[in-house]
């Protein structure tokens, strides 16, 4: 460590026992801070214990941990992540959709895009996805509090619903623990379980990929850019993360001396890794949880440049990030209900036939249009010849021709030699 000399403008070598003083003392004041998050959470974590519910406020937190509520604040940023990470969707969805600009398939990109971000669309129909998301910051909390084993549990479990979150999983720790290494905070062994737990899930699919005719197929049918709509232009991905990724921008300034504020930070980065890396099948999972580093590093930002928001200018702004994108999902959703576009509900007419088609004695799959194709494998327990676009081979062509059964019924040669394989 060197120091300027103001009488004789030259650099002067600090003295060892000053410098090693020095690091003794930030060393002392990131301890303390870690082991401050950890009394609040403690606390937090007492609390639920006794109440038996998550309903609290902050200031119960704050007097049963013992510490001051500007500590807290340091720290945490109360529940105005939490409102983002759950229910914030991007807003160039609906700006695209509602102003028409660049019309269908520009509002199929952005809605692709908000859709793998917005963590309702996991509660419906993706119920992997929530369970996988919803567990990342467990095992990641896990993890820090030394608890490895339970953290490999978790990240076994992750990966095995969702691969792409639990590749960004064992990034995380990785990177966390190798800055804290070289930071002078040497991990222990164990630590290594919560990486290596992601191993056998991923092995299972690699194994799949390789050997199973059916995912072979898969893996080609959802490869990146294996359907024309399947392009995400870097200025799109750009337009639609701004909102949140702008002022959470702001918050890599401030000092991460916990774990967990390390791996807040590294979090979207490491998705990025895994979105960008060349191995894998459908790399825009990776994006599946990215709202909640975005949301809470969005907070620490806002709060460095903008003290003492109003509450009613948070409030506005909550809702602005929430609101008109949620009616924009519910629109497009009873728009694809009334279109028979994706069988978000399956009506009661409907329900009678797939239970006809389930306890029909005859053998064989099923002919239908693209609609049925989505449900009736999984309500009947046949096989379909056209289904999700993401699973059928040549699904284009097979489209048109599916689509015009009910029109044409099989008495078009066409689809007739196309079902029959002459």
């Not at 898969?218 to 294996?226: I, T």
């Amino acid at each position: 460590m060197e120091n300027k000399n103001p009488a004789l403008g030259v650099a002067v070598e600090e003295p060892a026992w000053k410098q090693r003083a020095v690091e003794r003392s930030t060393r002392a004041a990131k301890l303390r801070a870690e082991q401050r998050v950890e009394r609040f959470l403690d606390a937090a974590q007492a609390i639920i214990t006794k109440k038996g519910t998550t309903d609290f406020t902050v200031q119960e937190v704050v007097d049963r941990s013992g510490q001051s509520l500007r500590s807290f604040y340091q720290h945490f940023d109360g529940k105005h992540a939490l409102l983002l990470a759950l229910f914030a969707v991007m807003p160039m969805s609906w700006i695209v959709a509602w102003t028409n600009w660049g019309g269908n398939p520009r509002q199929y990109t952005f809605d692709f895009i908000s859709g793998e971000m917005w963590s309702g669309q996991y509660l419906w129909g993706y119920l992997m996805t929530a369970i996988a998301v919803g567990l990342m910051p467990l095992v990641l909390l896990a993890h820090e509090r030394r608890r490895f084993w339970w953290a490999g549990a978790g990240a076994l479990l992750v990966t095995w619903l969702q691969p792409w979150q639990g590749a960004t999983l064992a990034l995380i720790v990785v990177v966390v623990e190798g800055l804290r290494w070289w930071r002078g905070a040497r991990p222990p062994l164990a630590a290594l379980v919560t990486p290596a737990a992601i191993l056998p899930p991923t092995l299972y699919y690699v194994l799949l990929s390789r050997f199973d005719p059916a995912w072979e197929l898969a893996g080609k049918s959802n490869a990146a850019g294996a359907m024309p709509e399947w392009s995400w232009p870097w200025w799109a991905i750009a337009l639609t993360l701004a909102p949140l990724a702008v002022p959470a921008a702001l918050a890599y300034r401030l000092p991460a001396p916990s774990w967990q504020e390390i791996a807040v930070r590294v979090w979207p980065l490491a998705a990025l890794a895994v979105y960008l890396a060349p191995v894998g099948t459908f790399p825009y999972h990776a994006f599946q949880g990215l709202a909640i580093p975005l949301s809470i590093l969005a907070v620490q930002g806002v709060l460095t440049v903008w003290r003492r928001p109003a509450p009613l200018a948070v409030a506005g702004l909550i809702a602005l990030m929430t609101v008109p994108g949620i009616a924009h999902k519910l629109e497009v959703s009873v728009h694809s209900i009334r279109t028979a576009g994706d069988p978000f509900w399956i009506f009661g007419d409907e329900q009678g036939a797939l239970r006809f088609l389930e306890r029909d004695p005859r053998r064989g799959g099923v002919l239908g249009p693209v609609y049925a194709g989505y449900m009736l494998p999984y309500t009947t327990g046949r096989e379909t010849w056209i289904g999700a676009l993401s699973w059928t081979p040549d699904w284009k062509a097979r489209q048109k021709i599916a689509d015009g059964l009910p029109q044409e019924a099989i008495r078009n040669p066409e689809v007739e030699r196309a079902y029959l394989g002459e």
